[in-house]
C-alpha cells in the first residue's frame, strides 16, 4: 500500500512538473509560445506573487479583527451587567485589537524586506 502512494506520487509529479516550468516561462513568441500577459497571466516574478498573496492576506486578517472588534463591541454593550459576558467581550476586544496590530506589523515588515531585498532604497 505504501509503495502505490509512492509510485502515484512520483507518477504525479512526472507529470505535473513540465507545467510547472512552463508556467514560469515568459519568453518571446519563438515557438508558437506566446508570454505570460498574452494569456491574462500576471508578468511579475515569483517574488511579486508571494508578496501580492501576503499583502492580500494581511488584509484580511486586519479585517477579520475589525470585524472581531466590532463583535465584542456589541457583546460588551448587551451585557447588560452580567461580568461573565463583559469579561468575555474584554477578552474578546484584546485580542481583536492584537490581530489588527500583528497585521499592521505584518504589513511594515514586509514593505521593509521587500526594499532590502529589492535594492530599491536604504529606508521603506
Given at each position: ?42 508578468d511579475g ?28 463591541g456589541i ?50
Amino acid at each position: 500500500m505504501k509503495t502505490k502512494k509512492i509510485m502515484y506520487s512520483l507518477i504525479f509529479g512526472a507529470l505535473i512538473f513540465p507545467s510547472i516550468a512552463f508556467g514560469q516561462w515568459t519568453g518571446g513568441t519563438s515557438n508558437g509560445l506566446s508570454k505570460a500577459g498574452d494569456a491574462g497571466l500576471p508578468d511579475g516574478g515569483i517574488l511579486q506573487i508571494v508578496t501580492n498573496i501576503m499583502n492580500w492576506l494581511l488584509v484580511l486578517v486586519g479585517v477579520i479583527g475589525i470585524i472581531g472588534f466590532v463583535i465584542s463591541g456589541i457583546l460588551y454593550l448587551t451585557a447588560a451587567g452580567d461580568s461573565n459576558q463583559i469579561d468575555r467581550a474584554k477578552t474578546a476586544m484584546t485580542w481583536s485589537i492584537v490581530g489588527v496590530i500583528v497585521a499592521l506589523m505584518g504589513y511594515v515588515i514586509i514593505k521593509a524586506v521587500n526594499a532590502m531585498l529589492g535594492g530599491d532604497s536604504s529606508t521603506f
